[in-house]
């Protein structure tokens, strides 16, 4: 694995990694309040960063485009302000919204251009 491809799969891990130690935390606690965090941490994190790694690993094509690092940099950055964010709103920490909203819509926006980059891909191969 190399490039973008390599860096997606190491942020999936770091996601799981994260997502999990909090998902104990709920558990030992009994208190759930953080669960939508936990959730997207899970499968928006570690399932879709590992759905893209091996992706761009099947289609070294796709991966060494310029746009494929402005992918992975927009997912990373808007991902964990969402989930950051998420975290502080769901802790009382109402004045951190905008962040989450800027995040949510950036994070749409990644997908969006994953969705550019990756059919004109799959289709001509
Ligand atoms: C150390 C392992 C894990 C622990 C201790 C854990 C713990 C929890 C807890 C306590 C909840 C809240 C349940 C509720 O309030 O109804 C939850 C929900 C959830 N977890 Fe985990 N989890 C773990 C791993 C995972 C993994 C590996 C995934 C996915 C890849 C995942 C995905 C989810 C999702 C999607 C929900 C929300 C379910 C719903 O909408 O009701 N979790 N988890
Ligand atoms: C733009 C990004 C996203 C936004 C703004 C968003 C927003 C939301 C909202 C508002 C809920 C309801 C939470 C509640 O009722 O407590 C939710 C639930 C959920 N979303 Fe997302 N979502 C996004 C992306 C995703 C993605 C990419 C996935 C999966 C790959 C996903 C998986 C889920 C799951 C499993 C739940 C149910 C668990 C929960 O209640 O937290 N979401 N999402």
Known sequence: MQGVA???FTLAIV???????LGL??????DHSQMPVHAHTMVAGW????VFA????????????????VHFWLTAVSGIGLLVGLFFLLGGNAAIEPVVAISSMG???AM????????????KS
């Open 54 to 69: 091996f992706f761009y690993h099947l289609f070294p094509v796709a991966r060494d485009k310029m746009l494929a690092k």
């Open 25 to 30: 935390h709920m558990s030992i606690s009994q």
């Open 6 to 8: 390599r860096n997606f």
């Open 112 to 123: 969006f251009l994953f969705a550019f980059i990756a059919l004109p891909t799959v289709w």
């Open 47 to 50: 399932l879709m960063s590992a």
């Open 15 to 21: 996601y799981a990694l994260c997502g999990m130690a």
């Open 107 to 109: 994070f749409y926006a």
